[in-house]
């Protein structure tokens, strides 16, 4: 036999090495795919769950901030009536106390 027969009979030797060994974890491999399978099905589930959520937000947001807005209209008109109230009655009670 010559040397490149030999080196073909090696190389085809291990590859035939190899396939026997990849058949036998055949099993395997196919639990792993379908494993990675579910996980991409899963990603893009949740994916799709997160950009519904997104757009939600979006379409709240023109509500949130006519509700910022209005209640920052009414903060600022309770702070005016505090105010004013409150020197009512420090005036009612700078009265009392000049009386005294």
Excluded: W
């Amino acid at each position: 036999m010559k040397l490149r027969h030999l080196i073909a009979l090696g190389v085809a030797g291990c590859a035939g090495y190899a396939a026997y060994h990849v058949y036998k974890k055949r099993d395997q491999f196919k639990a792993e795919i379908a494993e990675a399978d579910d996980i991409s099905e899963r990603i893009s589930t949740d994916i799709a769950k997160i950009r519904r959520s997104i757009d939600d937000i979006n379409n709240q947001l023109p509500t949130l901030q006519t509700i910022s807005q209005d209640l920052d209209y009414k903060r600022r008109l309770f702070e005016q009536e505090t105010n004013s109230r409150l020197e009512q009655i420090k005036a009612r009670l700078a009265k009392y106390q000049e009386e005294n």
